[in-house]
């Protein structure tokens, strides 16, 4: 962790502390962090938990990948420094909305250890829960719906995530999904009994 | 606005409209950015208007400066570049906030209004409230309360707004705030108002 450039910085807290913010909003921020390649289902998984919360009246919010590369990290590209910075970036905005009392659902390849633990680490302690989307290299080429992987095989795409870049295996997720052998709705349900029995959104 | 790096991306929707999203949560996203001089007032107002709305059962949420500073935008310093890339960050993350259904309040000094412009239009026609915390260079440098306009007349702190770097003035904002004849509690309260007027929050 570096320094800010300036040091003319004074830390503004809110009026209102965590604990109060809470028990007005009924539910407790944290961050959901999918990982896994392109193809494996975070994002689909993403968008059925969300929806699945805000049914529940649970304030929820999806970052995705490909949404902030339009957005936030248009700069960045998909070299190892600008993956990290996009992950960085992500990892910020991730903890002020886990701050600001949301269920933060993030969908990102996010293939470094390093990044994905550095991201755990602008959280508070058990505020932020990784999820292994393990579906198989395999499985995810064959899947390939944007035709990413075909691509890739054809040198179109360079350092595209289990390819021609690494993706380094999560060692100790919160969860692991496995996405070959159980529908996107089972993943999604699982993933609300999963923050009720943590204690962020309410019992059913 | 430019295009992104990558030319691989596709966008998610969320599997919920925003018109249901605010159904469920009884409120609609939106940005409530103050720009002003430094030591105007625009923190103080923005913590009293989050408590105010979260006493209301309102998700709110402020994005500071210097808070944003010492994190996601702990990369940048004050050259025009910098403020510009800080302001581009920031409208980014607020309208993800708005998105979210959240009442996103920002807090930044922002004096440029290309900047300010830029972040505008990133977000859906009318969801952008553009609020000038007024209060003249003479209050501010009179109130100085981290010693920072001191240290600017000194030298000590290169291209400081209304110092040694310009201030531009909002031209139309949607809300101008006097803070030198009225308290932080009548501003705040005003703004409460407003947003009911416009109806992102519910009526009293």
């Not at 393990?134 to 080429?141: K, R, Y």
């Not at 899947?143 to 100790?172: C, H, N, W």
Request: glycine share 8%; charged share 25%; with cysteine.
């Amino acid at each position: 962790m570096t320094s800010p450039k300036s040091s003319n910085l004074t830390w503004h807290g809110a009026n209102v502390t965590s604990d109060e913010r809470e028990g007005i909003l009924g539910q407790k921020g944290c961050v959901l962090w999918l990982t896994g390649l392109s193809a494996s289902g975070k994002s689909t998984i993403a968008r059925r938990l969300e929806q699945l919360l805000l049914e529940r009246k649970v304030t929820a919010y999806v970052l995705d990948g490909d949404n902030l590369r339009m957005g936030l990290n248009k700069d960045l590209g998909f070299s190892p420094a600008d993956r990290a910075e996009n992950i960085r970036r992500v990892g910020a905005v991730a903890q002020l909305f886990a701050d600001a009392g949301t269920v933060c659902i993030t969908a990102f390849i996010s293939p470094y250890r390093e990044d994905r633990d550095l991201a755990r680490s602008l959280n508070l302690p058990g505020r932020f829960i990784e999820v292994h989307v393990s579906t198989s290299l395999e499985a995810c080429e064959a899947r390939d719906p944007k035709g990413l992987y075909k691509k890739a095989r054809a040198g179109q795409i360079p350092e595209f995530t289990g390819i021609s870049a690494p993706y380094e295996v999560p060692m100790a997720p919160e969860i692991t999904l496995d996405t070959e052998n159980r529908d996107v709705d089972e993943c999604a349900y699982q993933l609300v009994q999963d923050l009720r029995q943590r204690g962020f959104i309410p019992a059913a």
